[in-house]
């Protein structure tokens, strides 16, 4: 069990931290998507600025699930935006980062779902 934790967390953090590069230095294809969906550069910097924090928490195990229900919150906005205003497809990635968001989604789900009871007691407490 402690394997797949890794590999859940691992996958969402290098696929989260890769495209800060893109997103921080105003890659030309960073710029499309943004303006397009009518966040350009606040959208693009918040958004990298939170990828960067989720991909941190991802990587520490005492705040994995956190980092996870982070990841989660963005890139459903990811997925959002490809489905209804951007497509899968985005100047002819054939579809890459849509179906990168679909993993970040999938292994922070995972993890959600298997650190579930470190994620309740913190509401029980409260």
């Known amino acids: 069990m402690k394997i797949l934790k890794w590999i859940l967390a691992i996958l969402p953090a290098i696929i989260l931290l890769q495209t800060l590069y893109f997103k921080f230095t105003g890659a030309e294809e960073s710029i499309y998507i943004f303006e397009t969906i009518g966040l350009e550069p606040q959208g693009r910097i918040g958004s990298g600025i939170a990828e960067l924090i989720a ?3 991802l ?3 005492a705040t994995r699930a956190y980092g996870a229900l982070l990841s ?3 890139i459903s906005g990811a997925i959002f935006f490809h489905l ?5 497809e985005v100047q002819g990635d054939g579809g890459t980062l849509f179906y990168l968001a679909l993993v970040v989604f999938v292994c922070s789900l995972l993890i959600v779902v298997i650190e579930r009871d470190k994620l309740l007691s913190l ?3 409260k």
Do not use: N
């Open 72 to 74: 989660i919150g963005v």
């Open 84 to 88: 209804t205003k951007l497509g899968i």
């Open 55 to 57: 991909a941190i928490l």
């Open 59 to 61: 990587l520490v195990p």
């Open 123 to 125: 509401i029980r407490r």
